[in-house]
């Protein structure tokens, strides 16, 4: 089966439209794909290029009626080049042990992520964290998912949730010691990954959604160049 004649099979559902969570006084609609649809790599792959983003189980795209705000944007890792502040931040994490792993679902992963969330996250829809969550939302799927440890003379200081496209890599989410400020393990996490892509010889990592107008997407933009969906069509955005 093509990759084309793989999509026209996906069924795509829609949410009503819902208070949106990253911009105030704005609706959302998030169209996903149909649960019992059977989900692999290739079908995986193939839908991260058009757009979509992993939650669980889940792959979803927002499509609202009345905004576009929501961008998907990558990282072609052979372009980018760390600006002083990234070469910094590299320098500064050479102590840390990194380490590939099978499973996080362990007591010292959780407590790490529900201190991340709260200290980080309150006003979000992950707070309060649970342990249901945790699970469900940074599970392994499709065989696609790997997990990155970041240690401090043993102690977790960072964990990193990672899937393995056909064409590049996506960054699904990291948590990190919120008292390790100085290290800067958010942009340190994305640093490894764009380098991980280099050796595995793939074009991209995927950073998800950007928003020009949330401050809490703002540290995307400080990786550059960056290629944005815009209209179906993937275009370099340089600073």
């Keep these: 089966m093509s990759k084309y004649s793989q999509l026209d099979s996906v069924r795509l559902l829609a949410t009503l439209p819902h208070p949106c969570g990253y911009l105030p006084e704005r609706e959302a609609t998030t169209v996903f794909v149909d649960p019992q649809t059977p989900i692999d ?45 990234q070469r910094r931040c590299w320098r500064r994490n050479r102590d840390l042990d990194v380490f590939h792993v099978d499973s996080i679902d362990t007591d010292e992963h959780y407590e790490l992520y529900a201190r991340y969330i709260e200290r980080r996250h309150a006003d979000g829809e992950m707070y309060p964290p649970s342990r249901d969550q945790f699970r469900s939302f940074l599970n392994s799927a499709w065989g696609s998912t790997r997990y990155i440890e970041l240690r401090a003379r043993g102690r977790l200081v960072a964990t990193a949730v990672t899937d393995l496209l056909h064409a590049g890599l996506s960054a699904i989410y990291t948590f990190f010691d919120p008292d390790e400020d100085r290290r800067s393990l958010g942009c340190y996490c994305i640093l490894y990954q764009i380098e991980w892509a280099r050796r595995l010889g793939v074009p991209s990592l995927y950073l998800g959604y950007w928003i020009e107008e949330c401050q809490k997407m703002a540290y995307k933009s400080q990786f550059r160049p960056a290629e944005l969906l815009r209209d179906n069509r993937w275009s370099l955005k340089r600073p």
């Design 41 to 85: 790599q290739r079908l995986y792959s193939r839908l991260s290029e058009l757009g979509f983003r992993r939650s669980g189980t889940y792959l979803y795209r927002p499509q609202c009626a009345n905004c576009q705000a929501c961008i998907p944007a990558r990282i072609p890792v052979d372009l980018f080049v760390p600006d002083r502040k």
